[in-house]
């Protein structure tokens, strides 16, 4: 929750309704909830200090003041994922709101985002999702209205391929993550291997800190092989399923792994078949887990 800055009273009407959408961009931004909700206390902290008169939208000057916030930090973000362990993904985050603007934005789109550059990724978040006009996106990134334009094409031409071709519904894929569940824990690889693309891939962000791939898994076999390790772990060492949840949008699990190690598994379905598979064991990332989940 935003804290009341200097004894203020709680947050403002105003303010209090643009939250949602406010930590949902800079999550998007940042790729941290964490530290999107440290933007927006942040922003929050603006907000009070500004001179009301001269804001006609308070939502749209929100989100610029976000939008600024969120570049600033991936300034020194971009140097820690430089020297980032291993594979990165997101914090996951669980069930976004029904109606929330940015619920098609899952967790292959995320990973999209994050290889544009900032000012491709606030252009095209702000104008493409938001529904901002080009102007008011040019005053947000600090661009002429044109390079806005270009900005944003560019990162639709980079961001098409990520976006889901083939949808699947959320009864349908966490039946699909309940099967998964079941053949991967029980060791039944046979069972497994029916419910795998071909070209499957394979993610495992444990950031330097606890066991994981140190690259992506490609390819059915090469995932079957890992997993059928993995079980003889799991018959030493139960796995103990939390519960079944929408991860980034994504149908998925989360488990409590021995020792005590919280763990989400997001699985992107694709005609019926896993087609890519993402686990956050990072400990630092899965801090808020047990409390979403």
Same mark, same amino acid.
């Not at 901002?132 to 990134?141: E, G, K, S, T, Y």
């Not at 076999?221 to 799991?234: C, G, Y």
């Given at each position: 929750?935003i804290?009341p ?5 709680a947050?403002?009407?105003s ?6 959408g406010l930590?949902?961009?800079?999550y998007?931004?940042?790729?941290s909830m ?7 206390q942040?922003?929050?902290a603006?907000?009070?200090?500004a ?6 939208e308070?939502?749209?000057f929100?989100?610029?003041?976000v939008?600024w916030l969120?570049?600033n ?30 619920d098609d ?8 985002l ?12 702000l104008?493409?999702?938001f529904g ?10 600090g #661009?002429? @209205? &044109?390079?806005? *334009? ?9 961001? $098409?391929? +990520?976006?889901?071709?083939f949808?699947?519904d959320r009864?349908?894929?966490?039946k ?9 824990r029980?060791?039944?690889m046979?069972?497994?291997r ?11 962000d ?19 092989? #890992?997993? @059928? &390790?993995?079980? *003889?772990?799991?018959a030493?060492?139960?796995?103990r399923?939390v $519960?079944? +949840? ?7 699990f ?11 598994t ?15 064991r ?12």
């Open positions: 929750m804290a800055c200097n004894g203020a009273a947050p403002e009407p303010f209090q309704e643009s939250r949602p930590v949902r961009l800079a998007r931004m940042l790729g964490a530290d999107a909700e440290d933007v927006v942040d922003a929050y603006r907000w009070l200090a001179d009301r008169d001269t804001v006609r308070p939502a749209a929100l989100r610029i003041v939008t969120c570049l930090h991936l300034k020194s973000a971009r140097c820690r994922r430089e020297t980032y362990i291993g594979p990165w993904l997101p914090e996951p985050i669980f069930d976004p709101d029904a109606g929330d603007d940015l934005i899952t967790l292959p789109l995320m990973m999209a994050e290889r544009l550059s900032p000012l491709e990724r606030a252009a095209f978040l104008h493409d999702v901002m006009a080009f102007p008011d996106v040019a005053r947000a990134i #661009r002429e @209205e &044109a390079a806005c *334009r270009k900005l944003t094409s560019r990162a639709r031409t980079h961001l $098409r391929e +990520a976006r889901p071709r949808t699947v009864e349908e894929g966490l699909i993550a309940a099967a998964f569940f079941a053949a991967s029980s060791g039944d046979g069972a497994l029916t419910l795998l693309a071909d070209d499957v891939v394979a993610t495992v444990g950031g330097g800190k606890v066991p994981a791939s140190p690259e992506p898994l490609i390819g059915r076999d090469a995932v079957l092989v #890992r997993h @059928e &390790a993995r079980a *003889r772990d799991f030493r060492n139960s796995s399923l $519960r079944y +949840a929408v991860i980034d949008g994504l149908p998925g989360v488990t409590v792994e021995t020792p005590g190690l919280m763990q989400t997001a699985l992107q379905v694709r005609q019926g078949l896993v087609a890519a598979i993402y686990v956050v990072n400990p630092d990332k899965t801090l808020r887990v047990s409390r979403d989940a």
